[in-house]
């Protein structure tokens, strides 16, 4: 039985839930992306919740929880004020 190969999404999606930061530059060169930024929204629309760094040294990502503000102002986005506060 042959191996089903994964998408570069799903690759990139497998790295980020390991838990450690990614820089942009290793986005660009191991997975052969265009443009990582464009990846990252990508999975960020799939309901990740992906945190930026930008340092002298470049940028750099990783997954995190949301916040109780974050979770409340899409609750208010799809719901209206509904007497949801942060």
Known sequence: MART??????KVRNLFTK?????????????????????V????????????NRTSAGVSYRVGTPSKAVIAAGQTALFGAQGYSA
């Open 5 to 10: 190969k994964l998408s570069k999404t799903e």
């Open 19 to 39: 838990g450690n930061s990614v820089t942009w530059k290793s986005l660009r060169n191991t997975f052969d992306l265009k443009s990582p930024a464009a990846m």
């Open 41 to 52: 929204g990508k999975l960020r629309n799939e309901g990740m919740m992906i945190y930026e």
